[in-house]
C-alpha cells in the first residue's frame, strides 16, 4: 500500500463514527460520581482544586470502559492512584525544565512498556500523562500539590464507589461474551447446513473462556446460567462441523444431508433462544419447532456411523444448553449446587499475584525489535520534545502538543494515524462549539461546571463509536474547565487547535521515522500458527492410538495454543493491511490462500477430535506414527515458513502411504487423516506460489 493510501484510509478510520449500543445509566452514573466531586471540592476548596478534582474523577470513569473482566471499581481505583502519584511527583520535577522534561520521558517511557499489559493498562498509563501535564500547572506549592494528588485519588474512589453502590447490568460483561459464543455458534450451524466445511473464528469463545475466569467469591455469587455453559458451548463446535462434512459424516447428498440440515437448523434456534435467554437474563424459549426436529425418533435409524453419534451427542449437549440457560440445577437442587460451587473453575488471580508475570512480559520486551519498546522510545521522545517545542513557541499552553502525542499513539500504525487525525477533528469541533458557548453566554465558575459535566455525560455516552465522537466532547469539556480555573476560553482555542495538530504531526513522523511495522513479521505469525495448529493435530491423533490414556490435558492445551496463535495472526494482518510498506515474504494471494490451508488443517483436526475413542476402545497403533510425523513435518516447516523456503511432508506422505498400505480401516481417523494431509498440501501451494 502506498502512503498517500494508507493516509486515506487510516484518516477514514479515524473519522468513522460507528453504530453502538448506547449506555446510558453507565454514562449517568459517571456524570453523576463527576457532579460530586466537581461540586464537593468547588464548594470546600474553590475552582483551582475543583478542576484537578474533575480531571481525577473523568479518568476513573473512562477507565471503567476498557475491555477487560477485572471489577471496574478496581479500575476506577487504580486509574484515579496512579493519575494522583503522577501529578505530584510531576509537580515536584516542574520547577526545573530539565529536571521535569527527564521526569516525563521516564514516565512516558514506563507507560509505553505498560502496553506489554494489554491495552487497558496501556490506556490508563498513557492517560496519566496525558493530564499530569495539564494538573501539574495547577498548584503553586508542595502542600496545595499534595492536596491536588489526593482530590484526584477521592475522585477516583468517588467513581469506584458508585459502580458499587449503583451496579448496572451486573454480570452484564460476562453474560454478553456467554451469550456472543453462543449465537456465533448458532450462525455456524446455520452455515453449515448450506457450506459443509464452513468456516469458524474461535475469537467469540476464547473471549468467553477469559470472561468465565473469577475469584472464589464470584465462582459462589454469579448467576446460575454462567455456570459450566461455557465449557458446553465449547464441546458443540466440534460436533456441528463433525455432523456436517461429509468426510465424517453425513454423505454429500441424500435424505441423510436433508435431515442433517434440519438437525442444524434446529441447533441454530436453540443456540440462538439460549444466547438471548443468558443475555437478558431471562427464561429460554424455544420454537416448538426445534425441540421437535431434534427429537424425532427416526433420526437414529436414518443415520449410522459417526453421524449417528453426532447427532445423539448433539441433542444431549443442547438439553445442557438449555438447561444451563435456564438456570435449573436438576435433581438434588442444593446438592448439586454445593457440588458446583467446589468444582474447579477458571481462577482469576488477585493484582499482587500479577505482578511478578508483569514484570516477566516487560521485562521480555526490552529487546532489539519489540514493538512495545519502539513504541515507548517513539512515544517518550516525542512527548518530550512536543513539551520543549510547546514552551518555546509563544502560543501558550505548550502542553498541549505533547498531550496530543501521548493520547494518540498506539504501538502500531494505523491506530496512530488514525487517532491523529481523529483528535484534530474532534479538537476542532469540540472546542469551536465551547468558545461560541462562551463567548455567547459568559458562564460563571458553576454554571462552567455544569456544562462540563454535560460534556463528560457526553463522552462517557458515545465512548465505543469512534475516537472522533470522544474527542468533540473531550475538547469541549477541558475548555469549560479551564474557564472555570480562570483561564479566558478565547484566547486559549488558536492556540490548543495549533498545538493539536502539532502534536498529532509529530506523532505521526515519529512512527514514519522509527516504524515498527508488521508485515515483515507476517511469515514469522505464520509459521507460529502452523507449529500450534501442527501440536494440536498430533495430539488429537496420538489420543487414537491410546485410547486409555486418561490425560486429555495434552489436546486441550494445544488447542487453546492454537487458537491463541491464529488470533494473533489474524490480530497482525488487520494491522499490517494498512501499512505504506511492500510485502516482504508473502502476497496478498498467497496470505489469504495459507490462512485458508491452516484454517483447514485446525478445523480437521478438530473433526478428529469430536470423535476422540473412548476408554477401552480398540488402539490404532498406526495413528502413533502419524502422529509423529505430523509433529515433526510441522515443526520443521515452521522453520521453512521463517526462512522463506516451501515446507515439505515427506514424513506425512511416508506414514499415510504405510497407513494404506497397510489396509487399515477407521470409520473416522482415515477420512480426518486425508483432511489434513490435503491442508498441507494446499500450504505448501500458497508459499510455493508466494515465495516472491
Given at each position: 500500500?502506498?502512503?498517500?493510501?494508507?493516509?486515506?484510509?487510516?484518516?477514514?478510520?479515524?473519522?468513522?463514527?460507528?453504530?453502538?449500543?448506547?449506555?446510558?445509566?453507565?454514562?449517568?452514573?459517571?456524570?453523576?460520581?463527576?457532579?460530586?466531586?466537581?461540586?464537593?471540592?468547588?464548594?470546600?476548596?474553590?475552582?483551582?482544586?475543583?478542576?484537578?478534582?474533575?480531571?481525577?474523577?473523568?479518568?476513573?470513569?473512562?477507565?471503567?470502559?476498557?475491555?477487560?473482566?477485572?471489577?471496574?471499581?478496581?479500575?476506577?481505583?487504580?486509574?484515579?492512584?496512579?493519575?494522583?502519584?503522577?501529578?505530584?511527583?510531576?509537580?515536584?520535577?516542574?520547577?526545573?525544565?530539565?529536571?521535569?522534561?527527564?521526569?516525563?520521558?521516564?514516565?512516558?517511557?514506563?507507560?509505553?512498556?505498560?502496553?506489554?499489559?494489554?491495552?487497558?493498562?496501556?490506556?490508563?498509563?498513557?492517560?496519566?500523562?496525558?493530564i499530569m501535564l495539564v494538573t501539574v500547572t495547577l498548584p503553586t506549592s508542595v502542600a496545595t500539590a499534595a492536596g491536588h494528588a489526593a482530590v484526584i485519588a477521592v475522585?477516583?474512589?468517588?467513581?469506584?464507589?458508585?459502580?458499587?453502590?449503583?451496579?448496572?447490568?451486573?454480570?452484564?460483561?460476562?453474560?454478553?461474551?456467554?451469550?456472543?459464543?453462543?449465537?456465533?455458534?448458532?450462525?455456524?450451524?446455520?452455515?453449515?447446513?448450506?457450506?459443509?466445511?464452513?468456516?469458524?473464528?474461535?475469537?467469540?469463545?476464547?473471549?468467553?473462556?477469559?470472561?468465565?475466569?473469577?475469584?472464589?467469591?464470584?465462582?459462589?455469587?454469579?448467576?446460575?446460567?454462567?455456570?459450566?455453559?461455557?465449557?458446553?458451548?465449547?464441546?458443540?463446535?466440534?460436533?456441528?462441523?463433525?455432523?456436517?462434512?461429509?468426510?465424517?459424516?453425513?454423505?454429500?447428498?441424500?435424505?441423510?444431508?436433508?435431515?442433517?440440515?434440519?438437525?442444524?437448523?434446529?441447533?441454530?434456534?436453540?443456540?440462538?433462544?439460549?444466547?438471548?435467554?443468558?443475555?437478558?437474563?431471562?427464561?429460554?424459549?424455544?420454537?416448538?419447532?426445534?425441540?421437535?426436529?431434534?427429537?424425532?425418533?427416526?433420526?437414529?435409524?436414518?443415520?449410522?456411523?459417526?453421524?449417528?453419534?453426532?447427532?445423539?451427542?448433539?441433542?444431549?449437549?443442547?438439553?445442557?444448553?438449555?438447561?444451563?440457560?435456564?438456570?435449573?440445577?436438576?435433581?438434588?437442587?442444593?446438592?448439586?449446587?454445593?457440588?458446583?460451587?467446589?468444582?474447579?473453575?477458571?481462577?482469576?488471580?488477585?493484582?499482587?499475584?500479577?505482578?511478578?508475570?508483569?514484570?516477566?512480559?516487560?521485562?521480555?520486551?526490552?529487546?532489539?525489535?519489540?514493538?512495545?519498546?519502539?513504541?515507548?522510545?517513539?512515544?517518550?521522545?516525542?512527548?518530550?520534545?512536543?513539551?520543549?517545542?510547546?514552551?518555546?513557541?509563544?502560543?501558550?499552553?505548550?502542553?498541549?502538543?505533547?498531550?496530543?502525542?501521548?493520547?494518540?499513539?498506539?504501538?502500531?500504525?494505523?491506530?496512530?494515524?488514525?487517532?491523529?487525525?481523529?483528535r484534530f477533528g474532534g479538537t476542532l469541533v469540540g472546542v469551536g462549539v465551547a468558545t461560541a458557548v462562551v463567548q455567547t453566554a459568559h458562564p460563571d465558575v458553576l454554571?462552567?461546571?455544569?456544562?462540563?459535566?454535560?460534556?463528560?455525560?457526553?463522552?462517557?455516552?458515545?465512548?465505543?463509536?469512534?475516537?472522533?465522537?470522544?474527542?468533540?466532547?473531550?475538547?469541549?469539556?477541558?475548555?469549560?474547565?479551564?474557564?472555570?480555573?480562570?483561564?479566558?476560553?478565547?484566547?486559549?482555542?488558536?492556540?490548543?487547535?495549533?498545538?493539536?495538530?502539532?502534536?498529532?504531526?509529530?506523532?505521526?513522523?515519529?512512527?514514519?521515522?522509527?516504524?515498527?511495522?508488521?508485515?515483515?513479521?507476517?511469515?514469522?505469525?505464520?509459521?507460529?500458527?502452523?507449529?500450534?495448529?501442527?501440536?494440536?493435530?498430533?495430539?488429537?491423533?496420538?489420543?487414537?492410538?491410546?485410547?486409555?490414556?486418561?490425560?486429555?490435558?495434552?489436546?486441550?492445551?494445544?488447542?487453546?495454543?492454537?487458537?491463541?496463535?491464529?488470533?494473533?495472526?489474524?490480530?497482525?494482518?488487520?494491522?499490517?493491511?494498512?501499512?505504506?510498506?511492500?510485502?516482504?515474504?508473502?502476497?496478498?494471494?498467497?496470505?489469504?490462500?495459507?490462512?485458508?490451508?491452516?484454517?483447514?488443517?485446525?478445523?480437521?483436526?478438530?473433526?478428529?477430535?469430536?470423535?476422540?475413542?473412548?476408554?477401552?476402545?480398540?488402539?490404532?497403533?498406526?495413528?502413533?506414527?502419524?502422529?509423529?510425523?505430523?509433529?515433526?513435518?510441522?515443526?520443521?516447516?515452521?522453520?521453512?515458513?521463517?526462512?522463506?523456503?516451501?515446507?515439505?511432508?515427506?514424513?506425512?506422505?511416508?506414514?499415510?502411504?504405510?497407513?494404506?498400505?497397510?489396509?487399515?480401516?477407521?470409520?473416522?481417523?482415515?477420512?480426518?487423516?486425508?483432511?489434513?494431509?490435503?491442508?498441507?498440501?494446499?500450504?505448501?501451494?500458497?508459499?510455493?506460489?508466494?515465495?516472491?
Open positions: 500500500m502506498t502512503w498517500l493510501r494508507a493516509l486515506k484510509e487510516t484518516a477514514r478510520a479515524g473519522l468513522t463514527v460507528e453504530r453502538r449500543r448506547l449506555e446510558p445509566l453507565v454514562a449517568l452514573r459517571g456524570a453523576a460520581g463527576l457532579a460530586v466531586v466537581v461540586g464537593g471540592a468547588l464548594a470546600l476548596f474553590g475552582p483551582v482544586v475543583a478542576v484537578s478534582s474533575a480531571f481525577g474523577a473523568f479518568q476513573a470513569a473512562i477507565a471503567t470502559y476498557q475491555r477487560t473482566w477485572r471489577p471496574r471499581p478496581l479500575l476506577a481505583l487504580a486509574s484515579g492512584t496512579s493519575l494522583a502519584v503522577s501529578t505530584f511527583v510531576g509537580y515536584l520535577a516542574a520547577g526545573s525544565l530539565p529536571l521535569f522534561v527527564l521526569v516525563l520521558a521516564a514516565w512516558t517511557f514506563a507507560s509505553g512498556l505498560a502496553w506489554a499489559l494489554g491495552p487497558t493498562v496501556g490506556v490508563i498509563a498513557a492517560s496519566n500523562v496525558a475522585g477516583g474512589g468517588v467513581q469506584a464507589l458508585l459502580v458499587l453502590l449503583f451496579p448496572v447490568r451486573r454480570w452484564g460483561a460476562q453474560r454478553d461474551a456467554l451469550a456472543d459464543a453462543l449465537a456465533a455458534e448458532a450462525d455456524y450451524a446455520r452455515r453449515l447446513r448450506h457450506d459443509p466445511t464452513a468456516p469458524f473464528d474461535p475469537e467469540p469463545l476464547m473471549v468467553a473462556r477469559s470472561a468465565a475466569a473469577v475469584t472464589p467469591w464470584q465462582a459462589r455469587h454469579r448467576p446460575a446460567e454462567l455456570h459450566g455453559a461455557r465449557g458446553v458451548a465449547e464441546r458443540i463446535r466440534p460436533v456441528l462441523a463433525s455432523l456436517a462434512d461429509p468426510a465424517v459424516g453425513v454423505p454429500e447428498e441424500g435424505p441423510e444431508r436433508d435431515r442433517c440440515r434440519e438437525l442444524l437448523g434446529a441447533a441454530g434456534q436453540v443456540l440462538d433462544a439460549a444466547a438471548y435467554a443468558i443475555r437478558h437474563g431471562t427464561p429460554v424459549r424455544i420454537p416448538p419447532g426445534a425441540l421437535g426436529t431434534l427429537k424425532t425418533p427416526d433420526t437414529l435409524e436414518l443415520l449410522d456411523g459417526p453421524a449417528r453419534r453426532a447427532s445423539i451427542r448433539l441433542a444431549a449437549l443442547l438439553d445442557d444448553v438449555v438447561e444451563l440457560a435456564q438456570g435449573e440445577r436438576g435433581d438434588g437442587g442444593e446438592q448439586r449446587r454445593e457440588t458446583e460451587d467446589a468444582a474447579p473453575h477458571r481462577d482469576r488471580p488477585p493484582l499482587h499475584r500479577l505482578v511478578p508475570g508483569a514484570l516477566r512480559r516487560v521485562r521480555k520486551e526490552l529487546r532489539h525489535g519489540s514493538p512495545v519498546l519502539r513504541h515507548a522510545v517513539r512515544a517518550s521522545s516525542v512527548v518530550c520534545a512536543g513539551y520543549l517545542l510547546g514552551a518555546a513557541l509563544p502560543l501558550g499552553h505548550g502542553y498541549w502538543a505533547p498531550m496530543t502525542s501521548v493520547m494518540v499513539m498506539r504501538p502500531d500504525f494505523s491506530q496512530t494515524y488514525a487517532r491523529s487525525v481523529a454554571l462552567s461546571g455544569a456544562l462540563a459535566v454535560l460534556c463528560a455525560f457526553g463522552v462517557y455516552l458515545v465512548m465505543r463509536t469512534g475516537y472522533a465522537a470522544v474527542n468533540v466532547g473531550i475538547s469541549a469539556y477541558v475548555v469549560f474547565l479551564l474557564g472555570m480555573a480562570g483561564q479566558e476560553a478565547g484566547q486559549t482555542v488558536p492556540e490548543r487547535v495549533l498545538l493539536t495538530l502539532l502534536g498529532g504531526v509529530l506523532a505521526m513522523v515519529s512512527y514514519a521515522v522509527y516504524p515498527a511495522w508488521e508485515t515483515p513479521r507476517l511469515r514469522h505469525r505464520l509459521a507460529d500458527w502452523l507449529k500450534a495448529d501442527g501440536r494440536y493435530a498430533a495430539a488429537v491423533v496420538d489420543h487414537y492410538a491410546r485410547p486409555a490414556d486418561p490425560d486429555s490435558q495434552e489436546i486441550r492445551s494445544s488447542l487453546l495454543a492454537a487458537r491463541d496463535a491464529r488470533i494473533a495472526w489474524q490480530d497482525a494482518l488487520a494491522r499490517a493491511v494498512h501499512e505504506p510498506v511492500r510485502s516482504r515474504g508473502l502476497t496478498r494471494a498467497a496470505t489469504e490462500a495459507a490462512e485458508h490451508a491452516l484454517a483447514q488443517l485446525g478445523r480437521s483436526a478438530m473433526l478428529l477430535e469430536a470423535h476422540l475413542p473412548e476408554h477401552g476402545a480398540v488402539p490404532v497403533p498406526a495413528a502413533r506414527a502419524l502422529a509423529e510425523a505430523l509433529r515433526q513435518d510441522t515443526e520443521r516447516a515452521a522453520r521453512a515458513v521463517r526462512e522463506r523456503r516451501t515446507p515439505q511432508w515427506d514424513r506425512v506422505r511416508a506414514a499415510l502411504a504405510a497407513w494404506e498400505a497397510a489396509e487399515h480401516e477407521h470409520p473416522v481417523l482415515g477420512g480426518g487423516a486425508a483432511l489434513l494431509a490435503e491442508a498441507l498440501e494446499e500450504l505448501t501451494d500458497a508459499l510455493d506460489d508466494g515465495r516472491n
